[in-house]
């Protein structure tokens, strides 16, 4: 019965899609008539506005520069919309498929862990930031009923962003912006349906108040249940989340709190190759944990804002953070290994339960002044993180050794054990403290970047470390359509304690610097706008010399060209995406010369939306992964794959309020595939899976 209405369901689709593009050639006729409109909209242009086919906004959020429009800033920069975010909903991944729209992102990880990575070097959203703020989110299922924006940074960004206690970050950032209350009130219900039994419910509520709406109240809830597109993976999540904003003459403060709870049954996680070649993939909704495995887990933010303008060339600012993360039961068959080229492997269990704290505050001044004919944005900055916690272990779970097939769901048959005894320890202190100083000088046609950084990073009893990062950024405007920039940026992350393996055992290694080096142009048609630029990488790797001493003679190098388009080409069509080219190689150590794993040479995305008319629209989306290696000695080679996304919805009133009734369909060709998670290790594909939301206003 289900076969046949996923059958129905491809029908209609197909059918409304080949009307819709016989639609378009006429459509086509009337869209010139349009353009001269959509200019006058361009003149309302704002760093806080959407660009044409509301896909991307204008501006992102560049750190302590705060909201930057993307022609005016000498760097790689894509703020993806809730409107975007919502057209590739698809609940404990929506957040890795709204980033991925840009196409120096890659996905990394599936449902349990929302990894990524971007130009070739990875990051986990322990280091993304929420409005400015580090170290505020879980590295798990992250939700996104609650956010208006999604800001991409490519590229290194501790001397816009701040330094990093624990993460690891070094060629971008993700800062996750907030809903805050808008001048209209907001009250909205949405009910989802996805997967193989998920049901989704979300609230979203907005008031401003006050004589001249200074306040402003956002509210956003959601609670789902149920099995995902991997069998037995049943996922029940809850979140709140609150914004409470003043902005009034020349104060403007901001409160954000979220609490958010999840507990996965057979958690989502990757396939460790062992001594095997990568195997043909099995049926996409194929789970390789037992049904009694579970990640459970609550987190809680807190976050603060507040600038002051003492007049229009001075204003004060400071942000603060805090993050409780509490994973009472990481219980899991921990990433299953091939054992036999028939797709047998075996695993042990293990419960390790995890509490982690992070802190994080900034201030800061920021000063405009002119000398002579150059106008000049100074923003000098201090900021610090702190990160603790514990962790739990039990022992006895590595003497249980489980046995499955990826082919046959065998795994099922093991017996649940039983945890008598847990061993605590705490992890390492870390705190990381910088200074950052930046002057944006804008003369004529020109914008210049200056920057400098200075970082320290304290590991308790074991590390301690500092170091200076220089980065430069110039840009050159031949008109208000078209810019050419280029950028040599540095970013610095911990070093390490060299180990008693070496000959300089026990010497503390210097920060890490990556740097970059990027040109490229940028344009702005008005309804069609984007960038395109050369960039190059190097992060420097340590590794042992011949003398067996540990030092930083090796580097991970990521080189290539990425384009990033988005606007509404012709009046009706919304489109974002793009492609990337890059060549992620390294030099020194065992992998001289070899490939990064995991990291395809091309990579493409586009996602559209047509409006057929005012109610009904079509949606699709297309990704692409070129070839890659699943392992760093560039053994194992992981297929191409593409996959094709088709979707649909209709919008009509009720009582002057919108009512909205989406689908998506996912991989509607059903294409099996793999991708890298990690050296050695390997994620199941998305299956084709359909996503039903009724979206109501009130």
């Not at 409107?83 to 991944?93: E, M, Y």
């Not at 890659?106 to 449902?111: E, H, I, K, L, Q």
């Not at 590991?459 to 280029?486: C, E, H, Q, R, W």
């Not at 559209?608 to 989306?621: C, G, K, P, V």
């Amino acid at each position: 019965m289900l076969k046949s209405k996923k059958a129905l369901v491809m029908s209609v689709l197909c059918a409304v899609a080949s009307a819709g593009f016989v639609a378009s050639a006429s459509a086509a006729d009337t869209t010139m008539q349009g353009d001269l409109a959509e200019v006058v909209v361009e003149g309302k242009r704002s760093v806080d506005s959407e660009y044409a086919g509301g896909f991307v906004g204008r501006g992102g959020n560049i750190g302590i520069l705060g909201r930057q429009d993307y022609m005016s800033t000498p760097m790689q920069v894509t703020s993806i919309t809730a409107k975007a975010i919502d057209s590739v909903k698809l609940p404990g991944q929506t957040l890795t498929q709204a980033v991925t729209l840009d196409p120096a992102v890659r996905a990394r990880g599936g449902n349990a862990y929302n990894d990524i990575s971007i130009r070739g070097y990875s990051i986990s959203p322990h280091d993304f930031y929420v409005d400015g703020i580090y170290g505020l989110m879980c590295q798990s299922s992250i939700p996104t009923n609650w956010l208006e924006r999604i800001d991409v940074i490519s590229g290194p960004s501790t001397f816009t962003h701040g330094g990093s206690s624990a993460g690891k970050s070094v060629s971008g950032a993700i800062d996750l912006i907030p809903k805050k209350a808008k001048d209209d009130p907001t009250l909205n219900f949405t009910e989802t349906f996805s997967g193989r039994g998920n049901w989704t419910e979300a609230v979203d509520i907005g008031q401003r108040f006050g004589k001249d709406k200074e306040w402003g109240v956002r509210v956003n809830g959601a609670y789902s249940d149920g099995e995902t597109f991997r069998k037995k993976e049943d996922m029940t999540m809850g979140n709140i989340f609150v914004d409470i904003d003043y902005n009034k003459k020349n104060t403007r403060a901001n409160f954000f709190y979220g609490h958010t709870h999840v507990k996965e049954m057979a958690p989502d996680l990757p396939l460790n190759l062992g001594k095997f070649n990568v195997p043909s993939a099995p049926k996409l909704s194929t789970n390789f944990q037992a049904s009694w495995t579970d990640y459970s887990y609550n987190t809680d933010i807190l976050g603060i804002s507040f600038e002051h303008d003492f007049n229009k060339n001075l204003t004060w600012f400071l942000k603060a953070g805090y993050q409780d993360e509490d994973w009472y039961s990481c219980f899991e068959s921990y990433y299953p290994t091939l054992v036999s080229d028939k797709g047998d492997f075996e695993s042990y269990i293990e419960q390790v339960p995890i509490r982690l704290f992070r802190k994080s505050a900034s201030t800061g001044m920021k000063l405009n002044f002119e000398t002579g004919k150059v106008k000049h944005n100074v923003v000098v900055s201090a900021d610090k993180s702190w990160y603790s916690g514990y962790w739990g272990d039990w022992a006895a779970g590595y003497d249980y050794i489980y046995n499955g097939n990826i082919y046959d769901n065998s795994i099922e048959q093991s017996q649940k054990p039983s945890v008598d005894h847990l061993d605590w320890g705490p992890y390492a202190k870390q705190t990381s403290y910088g200074i950052s100083f930046i002057d944006k000088l804008e003369a004529g046609k020109f914008t210049t970047l200056l920057g400098l950084r200075h970082q320290k990073d304290h590991t308790s009893g074991a590390y301690k470390g500092s170091a200076n990062a220089p980065s430069l950024g110039l840009m050159y405007k031949f008109d208000d359509k078209l810019a050419a920039y280029g950028n040599w940026i540095q970013g610095i992350t911990p070093g390490v304690v060299v180990g008693s393996r070496y000959k300089n055992k026990g010497d503390v290694l210097d920060p890490v610097k990556t740097t970059q080096r990027e040109l490229g142009v940028k344009w702005d048609n008005g309804n069609i706008g984007g960038t395109a630029s050369y960039f190059y990488v190097n992060q420097m790797i340590a590794v042992a010399d011949n003398n067996n001493v540990l030092g930083y003679d090796g580097h991970q190098m990521s080189k290539g060209f990425q384009v990033n388009s988005f606007g509404e080409p012709i009046k009706g069509l919304h489109l974002l995406g793009g492609f990337m080219y890059m060549e992620s190689t390294n030099k020194g150590g065992s992998y001289d010369g070899l490939y990064v794993n995991s990291q395809p040479k091309w990579n493409a995305t586009l996602g559209m939306e047509y409006d057929i008319n005012d109610r009904f629209a079509l949606t699709s989306r297309a990704v692409y992964n070129g070839s890659s290696w699943a392992d760093s000695s560039n053994t194992k080679r992981l297929s191409p794959w593409t996959r094709l996304d088709l979707g649909a919805k209709y919008t009509w009133m009720q009582n002057n309020k919108p009512i909205t009734l989406a689908l998506n369909v996912y991989n509607v060709l059903d294409h099996r595939y793999w991708y890298g998670s990690g050296n050695n290790t390997i994620m199941l594909g998305t299956p084709r899976t359909a996503v039903l939301s009724l979206s109501m206003d009130f």
